[in-house]
């Protein structure tokens, strides 16, 4: 892993050291303020053997974005980068082939030592890049999802949804595990007020044909990069892409033809088959994962695997 410390109003230079326990004072700021943020991405290797990281300038734009929300110190994005070059080439070896990938998993926290600090931010905070390799998300095959409709429940509070934060996924954790126990469901799917947001670690696409919905950028969901990227690439295929704030309501009746999915860096796009909402089930099209989702998650997994050319300059080889 890359480790790097704030200290005294700077971050000083970053060590390579094995990936092991870390020492951290009881009184640190993020174990009892929750000053933590992180990210998500991935490397993929080439059919010639190179290595490609994929959007890591937008990755790390919004784990600076995320540090400004916490009032944590903010990484200086050259210096991430180059950890994050550091443990790509580091663990070279340990890049699987498509469709598997490494994962990298930037972690930032405030270190401060001090539990009178409820209302005070860390001045000291630790930043790391650790690594894992990852295979197949549908080794099992691609299976579509259960989806429990929740209109009741929140994942975080309205400002830190944008937010890359622990907290929000501790929030997130109790409701879908109720919902898998009472209804069987994969995920739960935010839709606090009845506007549909996102689930607890993707976000929600409705697609037919010709067409793409997806929430409007706010504070109170996480601006993935997959949905970017997934956006950008039905603008290319000439699809009508509407960014916006829709109910329930509305979401069901474009499930009765429409397809349904939710995107993320782990699976890039997973149709959804049935939605629960009220106690009733939905079906959503012909309840398997959708002819439109498959082709989308497909242009951009060639993409990332460099099958397809990289006309929006995604991948960056390392
Ligand atoms: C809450 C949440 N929403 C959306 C996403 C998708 O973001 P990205 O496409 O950048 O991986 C993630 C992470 O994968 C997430 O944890």
Known sequence: MAVATFQAGRWGDYEIKPTAPIEISPAAHVLHYASTCFEGFKAFRWKDGSIHVFRMDRHI????????????????????????????????????????????????????????????????????????????????GMKPLRILVDDQNTRSAAHLGMVKTGGNYAAAMGPTLAARAQYQVDQVLFCPGGEVQETGAANFFLIRDGEMLTRSLDTTFLHGVTRDSLLMLGRDIGFQVVEGVFDVARMLAWAETGEAALSGTAAVLAGVGTLIYDKKEYRVGSGEVGPLTQALRARLVAIQQGDSPDVHGWLQAV
């Not at 890049?95 to 001090?114: D, H, K, M, Q, S």
């Not at 005070?120 to 990852?134: G, H, Y």
């Open 61 to 140: 734009a919004r784990m600076r974005q995320s540090a400004r929300q916490l009032v944590l110190p903010e990484p200086d994005p050259e210096q991430l980068a180059g950890m994050v070059r550091a443990v790509i080439g580091r663990c070279r070896d340990a890049v699987p082939e498509a469709p598997g990938a490494l994962y990298l998993r930037p972690i930032l926290f405030g270190t401060t030592a001090n539990i009178g600090a409820a209302a005070t931010p860390a001045v000291e905070a630790s930043l790391l890049v650790l690594a894992s390799p990852v295979w197949d998300y549908f080794a099992g």
